[in-house]
């Protein structure tokens, strides 16, 4: 994800904000028995897997199924260029059942069509999430960084058609810059049930809007910069928060780690994992490395 990355870290200020002054009333205060953390990436299909999470000659038709032996979710990229049902259904035989994917929606309906005049657009690509059926998490939306005030009676109009389980990413400045703007847009996503992804990014500390608008799932995309210093105290600082939001009654959890190079997720999720796992007191997988060709004789 190059959105909000920058050359270099020095002198960010990577301190989490405070959470916002409603978050707790919208988590309703008690942690649900069956809460959920469910660690992912990007992309499964990414050569630089290979010797870490895979074989160094894995074969292609391999690499999801050992992809959700180490992660439990996947932030699934690709639906924004283009889908299809049927392949959607064979990636869903290859993980486990406890598995989620965390769909993008096309591009057609937020960058093309700007969330306006797309029913069937949304028709279409819903009958082909049927495909994923329970494994499917969240259909998110990353809408373009030009998509600000003046729309959100579209966006209003989409929340309230769309048939599936939504989450929204929102990158205009004023929408967090703007009291109005922000009250507005993020009481209308609690309203309908939508989440608010949360992302974590040295060059836009802004979007750090610390609001949940569904207790149900949140989605939160965390940034690296090539596992720098800061890269590990940060993930000691989200690890304390998400588990005093979870322990306040969020229900599912989707860490999407970003890095610049993928094998790096692999190393993050062998940091953030256990510690999440130790401090709620429960299960989270740990990447399962591939053997060392020297491991095998």
């Known amino acids: 994800m190059d959105f909000g990355r920058l050359p270099s870290v020095e002198g960010v200020d990577f301190r989490l904000p405070d959470d916002d002054p409603v978050l707790r009333e919208v988590l309703g205060g008690r942690r649900a028995v069956d809460a959920r953390v469910l660690v992912g990436t990007p992309r499964f299909a990414d050569p630089g897997f290979a010797g870490t999470l895979y074989p160094e000659r894995v074969r292609p038709p391999d ?9 439990d979710c996947l932030e699934l990229n690709s639906t924004w260029y283009g889908y299809d049902r049927d392949l959607l259904a064979h990636w869903a035989s290859q993980v486990p059942d406890s598995f989620r994917f965390l769909a993008k929606l096309p591009a057609t309906i937020t960058h093309e069509k700007r969330l306006a005049a797309c029913e069937q657009d949304v028709a279409a690509f819903g009958d082909a999430l049927g495909a994923l059926g329970k494994k499917l998490g969240l259909a998110w939306a990353l809408l373009p960084p030009d998509f600000g005030p003046g729309e959100l009676d579209d966006l209003a109009a989409f929340v309230r058609s769309v048939p599936f389980r939504l989450a929204i990413e929102l990158r205009h ?3 967090f810059s703007d009291a109005g703007a922000r009250t507005a847009a993020f009481d209308l996503l609690e309203e309908h049930g939508v989440s ?4 974590d990014v040295a060059g836009r500390r802004d979007v750090l809007h610390m609001r949940i608008t569904d207790p149900r799932a949140l989605m939160l995309r965390f940034t690296g910069n090539g596992l720098h210093p800061t890269d590990f105290a940060r993930m000691d600082a989200w690890v304390e928060r998400l588990a005093e939001w979870i322990d306040a009654g969020l ?13 790096l997720n ?19 997988p740990v990447p399962v490395r591939a053997a060392r060709q020297g491991d095998l004789f």
Do not use: D, M, W
């Open 196 to 199: 608010a992804v949360l992302t």
């Open 173 to 175: 400045q004023a929408f």
């Open 251 to 263: 229900r599912n959890l989707y860490l999407c780690l970003h890095q610049p190079e993928e094998a």
């Open 266 to 284: 692999v190393e993050a999720a062998e940091y953030v994992a256990p510690r999440l796992a130790a401090r709620l007191g429960i299960e989270i």
């Open 63 to 71: 690499q999801l199924r050992l992809y959700a032996k180490s992660f």
